[in-house]
């Protein structure tokens, strides 16, 4: 059974950083493509951050420049480092297999002083 499980989430004050972790399980997930959402008002998903089996990343405007994902096939992990935190960071953020449509449970980030 292939899951998604994310960790590194919790509460931290405005320009601080987290690095988000998605731990891969029951797959080689190294030919995947992994993306990174966060929940929308409308409860849907809101894109974050993609990073291809090759390695080649995409982000939205929104986080271009401050968040960076990464990924270690070794320990079929991928990463989202987030910098400069600011309170509309805030939120719930999945990470999801693309390649195979499998979400994880998500994980909540709070930004705030």
């Known amino acids: 059974q292939v899951q998604l499980v994310e960790s590194g989430g919790g509460l931290v004050q405005p320009g601080g950083s987290l690095r988000l972790s998605c731990l891969v399980s029951?797959?080689?997930?190294?030919?995947?493509?992994m993306g990174w959402y966060r929940r929308a008002p409308d409860d849907g998903r809101d894109f974050v951050a993609m990073i291809s089996g090759f390695g080649i990343t995409t982000y939205s405007d929104r986080v271009k420049g401050r968040f960076t994902t990464s990924r270690d096939n070794s320990k079929n992990t991928v990463f989202l480092q987030m910098n400069r935190l600011n309170l509309d960071d805030t939120g719930v953020y999945y990470c999801k297999d693309v390649s195979i449509g499998l979400w994880g449970q998500g994980i909540e980030v709070t930004v705030s002083s």
């Open positions: 029951g797959r080689d997930f190294s030919e995947d493509t």
